[in-house]
T-cell receptor, first 112, second 113 residues
Framework: AQSVTQPDIHITVSEGASLELRCNYSYGATPYLFWYVQSPGQGLQLLLKYFSGDTLVQGIKGFEAEFKRSQSSFNLRKPSVHWSDAAEYFCAVGAGYSTLTFGKGTMLLVSP | EAQVTQNPRYLITVTGKKLTVTCSQNMNHEYMSWYRQDPGLGLRQIYYSMNVEVTDKGDVPEGYKVSRKEKRNFPLILESPSPNQTSLYFC????????????FGSGTRLTVV
C-alpha cells in the first residue's frame, strides 16, 4: 500500500528566508504527487502536482517541488517565505483510482 | 463560483445523538469523497462515491454512513456519534476527466461530548 511521510511536524522559518519541506513516499508504481496548503479555518488548496515529465514542478504562490525517484522524495521549496505562507502543508500521493493518501502534515510558522 | 459547500461549519453535539453533515457541489462532478483530519494523522478517507447510488468505504468508515441520491449532494451521517469522532471533516469532489483535480470544502469542525 502507498504511504507518505512528512518527517517534520513543525518548522519555523524567518520571513524572507528560504524554505524546504520534506516529503517521502512509498508506492510501487510511478506516483502521482501533490502538495496542498491549508490556511487556518480553510479547506485544502492545491499548490502543485507531478504526474510525469520534468521533475522540477512549478506551482502557485512561488512554490516549486522536485521529484527525485532515487530518493522517493518530493520536497517543496520556496526561495523567500512571506508571513502569509504560515499554514499547514500536506504532501499526498495518488494511487489506484484517484485515491489520495496524505501525509500527516507540516505546520509552517514564519517568524518576523 | 465553482465550490463545495459543507454545513454546518461548526457543530457540538452529545454522544448518541444522530447528526448529518451536508455536502453540496455545483460543478456536476460525479466523484465525491469525505475525509476526516486529526492532529498528527493528516487526512484519512471515510467514504467516497463514484456516482449516484454508488458508494464505497475508504480507510476509516466505521461509525459513518453516506448516501448519494443526487449527483450534487453527498451527506455524511453519524447514526450514534461518539467522542472519538470529534474531528475536522472535509468533503471533496472532482471531475471525471481529472482523476486528482479535487475541490475541497471549507470543513466542518465536529465536537462530540
Amino acid at each position: 500500500a502507498q504511504s507518505v511521510t512528512q518527517p517534520d511536524i513543525h518548522i519555523t522559518v524567518s520571513e524572507g528566508a528560504s524554505l524546504e519541506l520534506r516529503c517521502n513516499y512509498s508506492y510501487g508504481a510511478t506516483p502521482y504527487l501533490f502538495w496542498y496548503v491549508q490556511s487556518p479555518g480553510q479547506g485544502l488548496q492545491l499548490l502543485l502536482k507531478y504526474f510525469s515529465g520534468d521533475t522540477l514542478v512549478q506551482g502557485i504562490k512561488g512554490f516549486e517541488a522536485e521529484f527525485k525517484r532515487s530518493q522517493s522524495s518530493f520536497n517543496l521549496r520556496k526561495p523567500s517565505v512571506h508571513w502569509s505562507d504560515a499554514a499547514e502543508y500536506f504532501c499526498a500521493v495518488g494511487a489506484g483510482y484517484s485515491t489520495l493518501t496524505f501525509g500527516k502534515g507540516t505546520m509552517l510558522l514564519v517568524s518576523p | 463560483e465553482a465550490q463545495v459547500t459543507q454545513n454546518p461549519r461548526y457543530l457540538i453535539t452529545v454522544t448518541g445523538k444522530k447528526l448529518t453533515v451536508t455536502c453540496s457541489q455545483n460543478m456536476n462532478h460525479e466523484y465525491m469523497s469525505w475525509y476526516r483530519q486529526d492532529p498528527g494523522l493528516g487526512l484519512r478517507q471515510i467514504y467516497y462515491s463514484m456516482n449516484v447510488e454508488v458508494t464505497d468505504k475508504g480507510d476509516v468508515p466505521e461509525g459513518y454512513k453516506v448516501s448519494r441520491k443526487e449527483k450534487r449532494n453527498f451527506p455524511l451521517i453519524l447514526e450514534s456519534p461518539s467522542p472519538n469522532q470529534t474531528s475536522l471533516y472535509f468533503c471533496a469532489s472532482r471531475p471525471p476527466e481529472d482523476l486528482y483535480g479535487y475541490t475541497f470544502g471549507s470543513g466542518t469542525r465536529l465536537t462530540v461530548v
